[in-house]
């Protein structure tokens, strides 16, 4: 059965931002979408209502156990109107896997595909038009039963918000300065690495602040047993162009499965280029650059698309990638990837889906 959405729309609509100051994250839009899921009865009572603060008791679980998902996709207006999505079925999907991982129950993925569709299209006069900008959608899941104790809850919320932005990073496509963080853990395998939950982002804080006070964009994470094998960076996947073949971290249990990630890794193999997923240490890394043999190395995600990385810093040894400029596997990526997500150019893939 087709999910019913009842929509409740607001009498006070905001005033939209500069598109040319929108930044991440700053800004929301007029409406949200909420579901509500109880034991035995299951997922009910979808609606589209005013963007408002919401009710949640002191003790709801999710304010103590950290009970939640989420996920993030974007909406991109092109230039003769239309308003795209970029495989907004991938992050359902993995939105499940990240359900299935913290006892969440499970949504359906057509319908949340349609309640993001019904979303953006009551507020789509907040897709912005300026170049580069796009309106950005962030569902979650959270934990509602008012009650203290570790246990699944019987009570949750799936909700979505959306929020114009402009570009994630400050440096937009210039290359990044990255700091290879080697006291700090984000994740092991047999955890909940390769989810979207909370949990992950709080852990890395400490390290993403410690690189920002040394004048670094990000952090480089290694993985949590051996701390020599690089996993992501701490808002990407991260690749590497060595002799040749571009090299990414296989995705085992402690990284996120990124949307980006697949779609670089798919056309990567379309244009006949050697890609490998394997374990791929720093010291392979930094043995590369001093034999000349690393020739680019970039981050990929929803929010920054492709971050080209000129700098990375470990222990003290620091590294300079293709001159501190972005290189031409990165470059072809990002204008194939914004071309699809903008319809500057044609899907042959068939990953974007019009409202």
């Not at 006070?12 to 009865?41: C, Q, S, V, W």
């Not at 934990?143 to 402009?166: C, E, M, N, T």
């Not at 470990?314 to 914004?338: A, E, F, M, W």
Request: hydrophobic residues 40%.
């Amino acid at each position: 059965m087709s999910l019913a959405i009842t929509k409740k729309l607001t009498s006070a609509k905001k005033e939209k931002p500069d598109e040319e100051r929108l930044g991440f994250g700053n800004y929301f839009t007029d409406h949200m979408f909420i579901m509500d899921y109880i034991e035995g009865k299951g997922w009910h009572d979808a609606r589209i209502v005013p963007y408002a603060p919401l009710s949640l008791e002191p003790s709801a679980m999710v304010l103590h156990y950290g009970q939640e998902v989420f996920e993030g996709l974007k909406a991109y207006r092109a230039d003769d109107g239309r308003v795209l999505l970029f495989r907004p079925e991938k992050n359902m999907e993995r939105l499940n896997v990240s359900n299935d991982r913290l006892c969440i129950p499970p949504v359906d993925v057509d319908d949340a595909v349609k309640a993001v569709k019904e979303l953006v299209r009551t507020d789509i006069d907040w897709v912005p038009k300026a170049p580069g900008t796009s309106l950005y959608i962030r569902p979650f899941i959270i934990a509602v039963d008012p009650f203290l104790g570790v246990r699944p809850a019987k009570h949750y919320l799936f909700i979505i918000i959306l929020s114009p932005v402009g570009a994630y990073y400050p440096e937009g496509l210039n290359p990044v300065k990255i700091y290879v963080e080697d006291k700090y853990v984000r994740a092991v395998r047999g955890g909940v690495g390769y989810t979207k939950t909370g949990g992950n982002y709080a852990a890395s804080i400490r390290a993403q602040h410690d690189a920002h006070k040394k004048d670094y964009t990000q952090v480089l994470w290694l993985d949590g047993v051996h701390r020599k094998y690089i996993e992501e960076v701490g808002t990407m996947n991260v690749f590497f162009k060595i002799g040749g073949t571009v090299v990414t971290p296989a995705a085992k249990g402690s990284i996120l499965a990124g949307i980006t990630r697949m779609s670089c890794i798919e056309l990567l193999k379309s244009w006949g280029d050697a890609v490998e997923e394997r374990d791929l240490s720093i010291d392979e890394v930094f043995d590369a650059a001093q034999n000349g043999l690393l020739e680019e190395a970039f981050g990929t995600g929803t929010a920054a698309v492709i971050s080209p990385i000129g700098e990375l810093n470990y222990g003290g040894k620091i590294i300079s990638i293709n001159g501190g400029r972005i290189g031409p596997v990165s470059q072809r990526l990002y204008d194939t990837l914004t071309g699809i997500q903008w319809g500057r150019i044609e899907d042959t893939f068939g990953w974007t889906q019009t409202l």
